[in-house]
């Protein structure tokens, strides 16, 4: 049995106008594939890439001709790339794009299907666009107006496409937990054994990594969410920017959290994300409420009475548990240390990461449902610790205080949305 994880998958084009019979049709699809304990797969594989017009069930497309082509695609410590439509079936590629609007990449391995199928979204059907020759066929493309056609394409010259993967999330049920702190600082802005109340909702599963930021960079117009010192000394390189627009992952790095975003750059990321995958508020992706961030930390399904310690469901904490203190001395790749009882990794140590909240030293009612936070404020909460931080740092309770606006080395972040 394998498990697959899309690293990122883009659509190889570079674009001129009105040239675009000149539009290759390939698809380059990168990932990693796993077997069921997590241990990576090496070696030549047969891989069979089809496209549906659901997410499950549905009819292969295009209908006239569906596309299916298997490629022997070597792996390498579970990092494997490869270039959809490079075989005779590439003909029939672009019709895949042509009238469709929901379009579903199904990957096959050795004869076993993996899940879930991935959408592909956005420039991808700039692969019809090769027909987009004439005015005519222009307005033939889901009615578009051929001039505006022409405008976006021509502000994506150069750019990348992208599969993008569905978010890994923990759900967190609708509740109370009680703010039972241990001793300290910077604590969580309630009276001690306050109860909160919270509506169901979910947390990434772990901090938002190098490859998925990328995604978001290079899916066009982000040149302002990245920053040089994201790629400095003395730390390891994470994103480099090729030119503007175009950005690409140190090998290695993809599956490390992304660093030196701010606050501004997070939320940016989450209302991307929304959009990519079609949510509709409330349900949209947004950074934790401080009080969300610190349930999913430090509490758990069955827990009652306090809050763990740190955020592996622990009152203890070493480097088998958290990347802190200096324990690798950078950071480490998302899920290397053991998830806390919602299945969330690294809510202690890695990086910081942001909440939604205008740091405050207030505390809230006595008795609270969704609490927000202060309503203004000059720094926003950070959580969490990180690799460079004590064990102070990863309690569940610690609070960092930043600019908003602030790049920092050790800063990243995960997502939320509500599900109610």
Not at 283 to 290: C, G, I, K, M, V
Not at 304 to 315: A, I
Not at 341 to 357: I, K, L, Q, R, T
Request: charged share 15%; proline share 6%.
């Amino acid at each position: 049995m394998f498990r697959s994880t899309v690293l990122f998958a883009i659509l190889a084009f570079v674009l001129t106008v009105p040239a675009f019979a000149d539009v290759p049709t390939l698809i380059n699809y990168q990932g990693r594939l796993t077997d069921d304990a997590g241990a990576p797969i090496s070696g030549d594989r047969d891989m069979t890439f089809e496209f549906y017009d659901a997410a499950t069930g549905g009819s292969p497309i295009p209908v006239g001709g569906p596309f299916s082509e298997t490629q022997t695609v070597t792996i390498t410590d579970a990092v494997f790339n490869v270039l959809i439509g490079s075989s005779a079936e590439g003909a029939k590629l672009p019709a895949v794009f042509n009238g469709a609007t929901d379009v579903y990449l199904s990957v096959t391995v050795d004869g076993e299907q993996l899940g879930p199928r991935q959408r592909v979204v956005s420039v991808g059907f700039a692969l019809n666009a090769s027909h987009a020759t004439t005015a005519d066929n222009a307005n033939k493309l889901g009615g578009e107006d051929a001039a505006d056609l022409l405008a976006r394409l021509a502000r994506l010259e150069g750019r990348v496409d992208y599969l993008v993967p569905p978010m890994e999330m923990c759900t967190v049920a609708a509740g109370t937990f009680i703010c039972s702190n241990p001793p300290g600082n910077n604590e969580f802005p309630t009276t001690d054994g306050t109860p909160v109340y919270l509506d169901a909702y979910e947390i990434g599963k772990h901090e938002v990594t190098n490859a998925e930021y990328c995604t978001f960079l290079n899916a066009g117009g982000n040149d302002d969410h990245w920053h040089s010192s994201v790629s400095a000394p003395p730390h390891e390189q994470q994103i480099i920017m090729n030119g503007p627009g175009s950005y690409s992952v140190t090998p290695g790095l993809e599956r490390h959290p992304v660093r030196h975003v701010s606050w501004y750059d997070a939320v940016a990321f989450c209302q991307w994300r929304s959009e990519v995958e079609g949510l509709e508020a409330p349900h949209r992706y947004r950074l934790p409420t401080e009080a969300e961030w610190e349930k999913a930390a430090g509490w758990g399904p069955t827990r009652t009475g306090r809050l763990w310690y740190y955020g592996m469901s622990s009152d203890s904490v070493d480097c088998d548990k958290a990347n802190y203190n200096n324990c690798v001395s950078h950071t480490a790749a998302v899920g290397s240390y053991p998830a806390n009882d919602y299945g969330c990794h690294d809510m202690s140590g890695n990086v910081f990461e942001w909440c939604a909240d205008w740091f405050g030293n207030g505390t809230y009612p006595s008795s609270a449902d969704n609490p927000a936070g202060p309503q203004s404020g000059t720094g926003r909460v950070l959580r969490g610790g990180s690799w460079g931080y004590g064990d102070y740092g990863c309690r569940v309770s610690f609070r960092g205080n930043g600019h908003p606006a602030y790049w920092a080395y050790n800063n990243g972040f995960r997502c939320a949305r509500t599900l109610e």
